[in-house]
């Protein structure tokens, strides 16, 4: 039994539309994963950026406690100095009272330039935050449209696979074991259209012999890379 180029060349088109639709379907979920994954890594930047504000914040805040501590120590020790029995005590208490006063203005600084820090964060935290919030928008958008192409995806699936079946109808019983090996072997490549005299699945020469045997549309499969062959429409 010979089957013409024609029905081979359609056979190998419906092959190659539904690995493509297969491999649609396939990516959708990849799609909407990896943004998932992305979505994952922006509540991690943000939660990070939080979490750095805060400790910030936490420290400006014990150092202002820390700045009142000295400031009331200062005044105690004022208040001690006023009472000094003599020069001595006097001289020990105006020294403590420098010192209070030079640990208080380095606090000072220190809580200034913290809370320079805090509003930093705070803008990195509201940038981080409109990230998060552009990349869910990003993930759902990719999740309705994989939702929304998928059942029409499939729909050409079933269709292609009913006209898939009907098409290898047409293949003689004696090569449908090495065409279905081929099949699951080389998928959408177990055909090859023959250019020149050339297989187009591995780029070799054909035999003479093999080029006769196509032109009588019988089957005839690659020597070199297995796929089923058929001649150009040319």
Known sequence: MSVTAAALRELHQIHQQLADLRDRLERGPKQVRAREANVAQLEARLAEAREKAKQMQMSVDRKQLDLKSGE????????????????????????????????????????????????????????????LASGKQEMEKSRQGVEASAASIRSDVTRLEGELTAAEQSLPMETKVDYQRVVRSKGADSLAQVDDGVCTGCGQQITLNMQNELNLSRLVFCKACGCLLYLSGD
Do not use: C, F, H, P
């Open 72 to 131: 009331q120590k200062v005044l105690d020790l004022r208040v001690k100095l006023n009472t000094a029995n003599n020069n001595r005590e006097y001289q020990a208490l105006l020294e403590q009272i420098a010192a209070a006063e030079m640990a208080g203005s380095v606090l000072s600084d220190e809580i200034l330039e913290g809370m320079d820090k805090v509003d930093q964060l705070a803008l990195l935290v509201k940038e981080a935050e409109k990230n």
